[in-house]
């Protein structure tokens, strides 16, 4: 490579990392921004939940316009700058109704065009011979530094802060979307997989139950995450944990997924993507039970540090199982589907986990916990119809 030279890699890691820049931003302070504006844990669950759903009806046709189109990019920038633009409306509601009309405006183009950036820089990955785990961890990167960076700006500068800093950083969002570089390969072109391999060109080719079983596992799992989402700034603050450790405490988190996916191609190729996920259901079990007891600071750092398992680890050997066993020609689209069964796992468990709040506090993650290991089983399954075989 001539030194100096702008990579396409490079480029989709500076994307990356304004990507979730905004939702690092709103984990830490969304909650606790809506209840100071007399909003209920109930209400907060459908502010959540509400743009998950409307993402859903988008997400498989998305998919499929950017898998026909000349290249994903444009898909992705297109995206890009209406979430640049939409968030504005934030300014002008004060009220739960509006709120939720809002912000469900703002999640849906990220949200819509997210599965499509994935697939796009994997496939840029396997084409070039480079590490996707590495472009994706800048994504975490930006978001754990505005975990991290949002919990002091709002002690210093109060909370009407939260606005502002959110609009900005989608609007930078859009502006580095800009300058993305073209992902599809040449039609002369082959990715290194292809070379080895025939995956499938059509989704039902591959939607048998031990392709579909851990994916759905996965997609219970990341529910059990979006929980995390959702209220654990609010529930760490009824523990009595101040804004200024609450967003550290969430940036750790962040930190260990970053340094899951810099590090997955040292290790991660050698294991079955299905085992790996496998992995990661056991493990989330495990926290979300201890993170029921609420648990001091000291015991939330370490479950904090285990996010790099329990989600970064679950995240990668989805992405990289798609991958394996299907072609350019549904990339997209595929992990549109996917993004879809997230979305309706997230769904019921945002808006179940809300009403739980209510009731039981913490001792609603023992509920997680079940959800977990029940998406773990899936993995199980998914193994004894097909043996992983290397894949």
Known sequence: MPAGRVTPEMRTSAFYASFFTGSGAAVMFLPIWLSGKGITPEQIGLINAVPIAMILLFNLVIGRVADRAKDWRQVIVIGALIGGIVPIGLFFVNEFWGILLFWTLVCLPGGAVGPVLDAAAMRLARRNGSDFGVMRAWGTVGYMVFNGLTGYLVVWFGADIFVPLFVGLAILRALVALQLPAFRAPAEEKTVKAATSAPAARLRDIAKPWFLLPLFGFCMVFGTHFILNAFASLLWK??????????????????????????????????????????????????????????????????????????????????????????????????????????????????????????????AYFVAAALALLGGLCVWLSLRLMPAQGK
């Open 238 to 363: 009824e523990q009595g944990i101040s804004e200024d450790v609450i967003g550290p405490l969430i940036a750790l988190g962040a930190a260990s997924e970053a340094a899951m996916m810099f590090l997955w191609k040292r290790f991660g190729g050698g294991i079955s993507a299905r085992v790996v996920i496998l992995i990661s259901a056991i493990a989330s079990a495990l926290r979300w039970f201890a993170m029921g007891f609420e648990p001091g600071i000291g015991f939330l750092v370490a479950l904090q540090l285990t996010h790099g398992i329990t989600f970064a680890l679950g995240y990668m050997g989805c992405v990289h199982f798609i991958a394996n066993w299907t072609s350019e020609d549904i990339a997209a689209e595929t992990q549109s589907l996917y993004v879809v069964g997230q979305q309706l796992l997230s769904i019921i468990a945002v808006v179940g986990f809300g009403w739980l709040v209510k009731d039981m506090g913490a001792g």
